[in-house]
């Protein structure tokens, strides 16, 4: 196969590019920070926190490797290859973020974080794909780093804008359920979804396929059954490079440690910076239900509103540390991009890793709720390294014809050790942590370190496979 020649991109050109990721990790930044905590509001108990977050892992496992296969099939003149995937995704995905929080139940609002997943996922997947297709090798390190860049400002807003509107427009309700404050941060990422990607659409045209591969994709298409696209990821795993397998075992403990992380970390804030357990908040929960009867007494009634405004307020702190360190993501994103051509993508990579795994070690014993953001520093850094260096450093092993399916084979190495979390760290939290958040905490960051020293175990290579 000939080598298709990809020019080389301006700054702004490789901005406007990114911009889309914006918004779909606005959505994302909710997720990490809002979703479980409003589970908390609507009743749900810590121990059911991993199992209810099952969409996810569930989600990204099946869509985004399928939307990657039939989008490497897909050309249209209208509307490109990837695009029209990414489009639909933010679409939907805006629409779940509008109606979440006015979710009544706890399954109401598990019912929409499985259809905010499964948008996520057809978005996200496209879009991974369509920057690997529209930059030459030497340019990739660049743009997935400027995609950390969008990351961790989409992020960034989402927890912000939790902890700003929780402090100016908060207010504990007297009947329990949900703040009203939480209505503004996902209606905020509602206009982000679509607006975001909706920039990156119009400004970045994608580049059509030679005539040689208009012939590959019309034979293909007249051949194609609705069991093609899962027989083209059943090939891609055989054939898979290496490299990728040695990248799902760093995936292993990585994601599982992250899925941990942003699962209980709110409930060791509650723990550690305000003092206030999950029975504390079960009572408080209960003294609120009987006084709507007329029962219990003044003094209950007024400990109980504290404890539930101590609990919203540890829920604006993890937005302040979510968004502070996807700040500095956001900052650090292009400056790894020096560091990482100067001592190699893996060697950075790994430092990174093992800089989080210690601030996750340090996070559970810092009691001040301004100094309990100096290890998110690092955690920043770290983030920023996930979100750009293993695409980057795996990247060149892909062949192109295929970079949408294998963009969706290294997504599924992140949801199956989401969804081993999913199913097994409630039985784990319960029987082995002893119900204690800090432990959960504290099991992260071992993990991470784990995650770094598998990734020194990597083997890289510098020449492309292409015509694999």
């Not at 079960?282 to 400990?303: C, F, R, T, Y």
């Not at 750009?388 to 295929?402: A, E, F, N, Q, T």
């Amino acid at each position: 196969m000939n080598k298709k020649i990809i020019p080389r991109l301006s700054f702004w050109q490789i901005w406007n590019m990114n911009v889309g990721f914006f918004g779909i990790q606005y959505s994302f930044g909710l997720q990490q920070t809002a979703v479980n905590p409003l589970y908390s509001f609507l009743g749900a108990h810590a121990d059911q926190l991993p199992i209810l977050n099952l969409a996810g892992p569930v989600t990204g496992l099946l869509i985004q490797p399928l939307i990657g296969a039939i989008s490497d099939k897909t050309w249209s003149v209208k509307w490109g290859r990837r695009k029209p995937f990414f489009l639909l995704g933010a679409i939907f995905c805006s629409l779940a973020l509008f109606v979440f929080p006015f979710s009544s139940s706890i399954w109401m609002a598990v019912g929409l974080l499985w259809i905010l997943d499964a948008a996520n996922n057809t978005a996200m997947e496209p879009y991974r794909a369509f920057i690997g297709d529209k930059l030459p090798e030497e340019q990739q390190t660049y743009g997935f780093q400027m995609q950390s860049l969008f990351v961790g400002g989409g992020i960034t807003l989402a927890n912000l804008s939790l902890f700003v509107f929780q402090k100016y427009f908060g207010g504990t309700s007297a009947s329990g359920g949900i703040p009203a404050w939480v209505y503004y941060s996902f209606f905020l990422g509602s206009f982000c979804s679509i607006a975001s990607v909706v920039w990156s659409v119009y400004k970045t045209p994608e580049i059509p396929p030679t005539e040689e591969e208009l012939i590959r994709l019309k034979a293909e298409k007249e051949n194609d059954t609705v069991f093609t696209p899962f027989a083209d990821i059943a090939e891609a795993i055989i054939r898979m490079p290496k490299i990728l397998w040695q990248l799902a075992l760093v995936y292993l403990f990585q994601w599982y440690a992250l899925f941990c992380y942003w699962q209980f970390v709110t409930p060791m804030i509650k723990q550690t910076l305000y003092h206030v357990s999950e029975g504390d908040e079960v009572k408080a929960q209960h003294i609120l239900e009987i006084s709507k009867k007329g029962l219990g007494n003044p003094a209950d009634l007024e400990w109980a509103k504290n404890i539930l405004r101590l609990v919203e307020t540890a829920v604006g702190q993890t937005g302040l540390m979510n968004g502070f360190y996807n700040f500095i993501t956001m900052v650090s994103a292009l400056l790894l991009i020096p560091l990482a051509l100067k001592y190699s993508t893996k060697n950075v990579y790994a430092f990174c890793l093992l800089a989080t795994g210690m601030s996750l070690l340090i996070l559970p014993f810092i009691n001040n709720e301004y100094l309990i953001l100096l290890p998110m520093v690092l955690f920043g850094i770290g983030w920023a390294a996930m979100m750009g260096l293993p695409y980057s450093m795996v990247s060149p092993s892909i062949p192109p014809h295929r970079r949408g399916v294998y963009m969706g084979v290294i997504n599924m190495m992140i949801v199956i050790p989401m969804l081993i979390q999913t199913v097994s760290f409630g039985f784990i939290y319960k029987h082995f942590l002893g119900n204690n958040p800090v432990n959960a905490i504290i099991l992260a960051g071992i993990l991470f370190l784990l995650a770094s020293f598998s990734v020194v175990l990597i083997k890289t290579r510098k020449t492309s496979e292409i015509d694999r």
